[in-house]
């Protein structure tokens, strides 16, 4: 198992916070001097710590430290190898820098969701019997295998990919948002589809290639976004310098983003272009427990519409990766959707690991900067169709 690795700051003023969060149950953010509680198997243990259903050491309460585990340092350099974009990456440890093309960030796909959740575009791979496998919905190409000996720190991991030749393809470190379309939040350990994907380590997160936002402040902690496939939380807490697992993707280059990426389809609803989803662009001002969330969207009526809770998946199709330093907090296009809360969670209908919520907390997701996390029991719903 690996530790939920905890970041939470006023990301509108960038003032550092304490992590909070109730006990049993896990967060992807993390405050930048001090986080929760945890140990586990994938770094440096702390004490404190609270067990949580499926065996992750959660967030108990807050600590002194940084706040999560601990890597073991990166691999050896591998020559700064040329990245996507051009971009030739050298191995500074905490001060490496590399920022994806913008093209990359965003779903630029249906989003795919687990087969056995009955929500739209299932998720389907196609081994292609050469190492590699198609994902048929996103049609981003996966580097299979992942081994034990695939851990790096963050630009090693860049370098990696970068110098693949697997199948004679070009390969590249996966942002967040395509590292995230492989979860498979119906099951834990590993939150992923086994049999297209076989044998994942566990003990470690994956890196992706996007780097958290307040970390172009040099005084910040110069973290990346990482995804923990043992339950499936996606957290900005990446120490760049930790040696962390890395999993290549090929695609091709998918052109500039669509502007404007949603599009007004009616009164009080918009559609993103790219992923095809429908969003209503009200959300609700009061938090409410899980089952209110799901019946609020369930009886919403928008202009006749049927509307429905989004995947946390789907949520995460929202975030934005790269919002102005001076007001990062909410991470979402605040034009479009201008209700958004800074810091309070939003309900999705995913269960963690299938389980009902009256037996485990589901997923949520925070646009302080985009984290998903288990632990919450009030949070606001925005619906989709």
Not at 203 to 220: D, F, L
Not at 273 to 289: G, N, Y
Not at 338 to 356: C, I, N, Q, V
Request: aromatic fraction near 8%.
């Amino acid at each position: 198992m690996t530790t939920p690795r905890l970041r939470f700051i006023a990301l509108a003023s960038l003032v550092v916070l304490g992590a909070c969060g109730s006990s049993g149950g896990g967060s992807g953010g993390r405050g930048a001097t001090g986080g929760s509680s945890a140990a586990g198997t994938g770094g440096v243990s702390a004490t404190g710590g609270t067990t949580e259903t499926g065996g992750v050491m959660g967030s108990g309460g807050a600590a002194t430290g940084k706040g999560g585990a601990t890597g073991t340092g990166g691999a050896g350099n591998t020559g700064g190898a040329t990245g996507a974009g051009g971009t030739t990456v050298t191995d500074g440890g905490a001060a490496c820098s590399y920022q994806p093309p913008s093209e990359y960030i965003y779903a630029r796909w249906p989003m795919p969701n687990p087969a056995s959740s009955g929500l739209p575009n299932p998720a389907s791979y196609t081994d292609n019997g050469d190492g590699t496998v198609t994902d048929d919905v996103t049609k981003l190409v996966w580097q299979k295998a992942v081994t034990s000996s695939q851990a790096y720190s963050w630009c090693d991991a860049i370098n990696y990919c970068a110098a693949l030749t697997l199948a004679g393809r070009t390969w590249r470190l996966p942002t967040r948002i395509e590292l995230l379309s492989l979860v498979d939040f119906t099951r834990t350990g590993p939150a992923i589809n086994t049999t297209a994907f076989p044998s994942v380590p566990g003990g470690k997160y994956h890196w992706t290639s996007s780097p958290w936002v307040v970390s172009q402040i040099a005084t910040k902690p110069q973290d990346s976004w990482i995804v923990n496939f043992s339950e499936g939380l996606t957290s900005n807490a990446g120490d760049r310098t930790a040696a962390e697992y890395a999993r290549c993707v090929s695609a091709p280059d998918e052109g500039a983003l669509p502007s404007p990426r949603y599009v007004s389809v009616a009164t009080g609803e918009v559609q993103d272009v790219d992923t095809k989803l429908i969003w209503a662009t009200t959300a609700s001002t009061t938090t409410t427990d899980f089952a209110s969330a799901q019946t609020a969207c369930s009886g919403l009526g928008l202009n006749g519409h049927t509307w429905r809770t989004p995947s946390i998946k789907e949520l995460s199709t929202l975030v934005d990766e790269v919002p102005p330093i001076s007001k990062v907090s909410p991470a979402i296009d605040t034009t479009t959707f201008a209700d958004t809360a800074a810091t309070t969670p939003y309900w999705s209908s995913s269960l963690y690991g299938g389980m009902s919520a009256s037996a485990h907390d589901p997923w949520v997701i925070n646009y302080e900067d985009g984290f998903t996390e288990y632990n919450q029991t009030a949070a606001l719903v925005r619906c989709v169709r």
